[in-house]
T-cell receptor, first 113, second 114 residues
Framework: RKEVEQDPGPFNVPEGATVAFNCTYSNSASQSFFWYRQDCRKEPKLLMSVYSSGNEDGRFTAQLNRASQYISLLIRDSKLSDSATYLC??????????????FGSGTRLSIRP | EAGVAQSPRYKIIEKRQSVAFWCNPISGHATLYWYQQILGQGPKLLIQFQNNGVVDDSQLPKDRFSAERLKGVDSTLKIQPAKLEDSAVYLC????????????FGPGTRLTVL
């Protein structure tokens, strides 16, 4: 089982739709969680951090479920410019107690007019 | 504020040759990361530095890959000798080193091994 798993997609949704992605992680001692966005042939950029209480930034909502070991990203009223790959990132605590950063393989989102 | 700089942007070599990549992080960032991103996959952490010390190199293929950050600022990543499967984008990122802090990525070096 991969340490961080995402549905690769692609998700192809119409403009204005609501779309949600999940990301599961295997290490219950994981400490911090993030969603990054990566456009085609570009570097990843931070979209938002994910907090235990959940957090919202405009049309984007991120949630963490520690009991079930997953994080989610919800995009409301999707725009054409939301088309990108969304990467889930988990900062895990390894056996040696040093932290370990794991990226998921990404979920591709394509918004159609 | 200047971002993370990387060079070269593109490199094509033949297998068994050597190659080196350079990264200049954002000024003042204590933590520097090198990632390998193969097409269709997420970035895989190769090595993480805190200042000039190595924090995590558990996924670095040490028989052929090496990295250094001698003065705690710039860093180089070397592959010697290269294999076909090393074809990927090599991303450098930096962060302030504080808990839950954002990583800032450079544009990457796209390596093709023929």
């Amino acid at each position: 089982r991969k340490e961080v798993e995402q549905d690769p997609g692609p998700f192809n949704v119409p403009e204005g739709a609501t779309v949600a992605f999940n990301c599961t992680y295997s290490n219950s001692a994981s400490q911090s969680f993030f969603w990054y966005r990566q456009d085609c042939r570009k570097e990843p950029k931070l979209l938002m951090s994910v907090y235990s209480s959940g957090n919202e930034d405009g049309r984007f909502t991120a949630q963490l479920n520690r009991a079930s070991q997953y994080i989610s990203l919800l995009i409301r009223d999707s725009k054409l410019s939301d088309s990108a790959t969304y990467l889930c990132v988990v900062n895990m605590r390894g056996y040696s107690s040093a932290s370990k950063i794991i990226f998921g393989s990404g979920t591709r989102l394509s918004i159609r007019p | 504020e200047a971002g993370v700089a990387q060079s070269p942007r593109y490199k094509i070599i033949e297998k068994r040759q050597s190659v080196a990549f350079w990264c200049n992080p954002i000024s003042g960032h204590a933590t520097l990361y090198w990632y390998q991103q193969i097409l269709g996959q997420g970035p895989k952490l190769l090595i993480q530095f805190q200042n000039n010390g190595v924090v995590d190199d558990s996924q670095l293929p040490k028989d052929r890959f090496s990295a250094e950050r001698l003065k705690g600022v710039d860093s180089t990543l070397k592959i010697q000798p290269a294999k076909l499967e090393d074809s990927a984008v090599y991303l450098c990122a930096s962060s302030s080193g504080l808990a839950n802090n954002e990583q800032f990525f450079g544009p990457g070096t796209r390596l093709t091994v023929l």
